[in-house]
């Protein structure tokens, strides 16, 4: 089975800061790679997703992650952070294939100062 | 169109008492999911579906938890005998399903917060 770590809870930056957020998955084989957002009041939403090709994920808002296997990784990042990126991010990871059930992560709550 | 729609948005009962949450997925997806969130928790997989079908009861953590979805639409989660640890926010998810594709996008519903007194 696969798990998902991510290494910062809560995270506070000012407005135009860049950001990077971590997720390490722990599985033996082939992964698709989830990032989800929720916005104060909103749905979880999908931000970026990948499942092969270029490593180099680009998302809405300007979000990006890059896939690093043989790190295990697949950190978010953003250039300069907004006030409206205030949310919690979840990293998630299914194996493969047909249908995988999705292991998300514990989520870090981005707090954005103006 | 209309997303994954959820009721009650809130529901309060007493320890021992049965629920029903209700998940009305995006019209056209095959699939569907259940999770809860906890304080403190990412969110945990209860159950998916395929169709009518629930090819993945993996997540459900004891058989006080029942789920049902009928006319490949609209999903019933059943919490039976609750007890305070049920409590939480219960979220369903949707998605087009098409040959159970693992990289499906999953859509999200509001949640029903669950508090059990």
């Known amino acids: 089975a696969q798990s998902v770590s991510q290494h910062n809870h809560h995270v506070i930056l000012s407005e135009a800061a860049s950001l990077e957020l971590g997720c390490n998955y722990s599985?033996?084989?082939?992964?698709?790679l989830f990032w989800y957002v929720q916005y104060p009041g909103q749905h979880l939403q999908l931000l970026l997703k990948y499942f092969s090709g270029d490593p180099l994920v680009k998302g809405i808002k300007g979000f990006e992650a890059e896939f690093i296997k043989s790190k295990f990784s697949f950190n978010l990042r953003k250039p300069s952070v907004q006030w409206s990126d205030t949310a919690e991010y979840f990293c998630a990871v299914n194996a493969a294939g047909g249908y995988q059930k999705v292991t998300f992560g514990i989520g870090t709550k981005l707090q954005v100062i103006p | 169109g209309a997303g994954v729609s959820q009721s009650p948005s809130n529901k309060v009962t007493e320890k021992g008492k049965d629920v029903e949450l209700r998940c009305d997925p995006i019209?056209?997806?095959?699939?569907l999911y259940w999770y809860r969130q906890s304080l403190g928790q990412g969110l945990e997989f209860l159950i998916y579906f395929q169709g009518n079908s629930a090819p993945d009861k993996s997540g459900l953590p004891s058989d006080r938890f029942s789920a049902e979805r009928t006319g490949g639409s609209v999903s019933t989660l059943t919490i039976q005998r609750t007890q305070q640890e049920d409590s939480a926010v219960y979220l369903c998810a949707s998605s087009l399903g098409t040959s159970g594709r693992s990289t499906d996008t999953q859509y999200f519903g509001p949640g029903t917060r669950l508090t059990v007194l």
């Open positions: 599985y033996g084989g082939t992964v698709n």
């Open positions: 019209s056209g997806h095959t699939a």
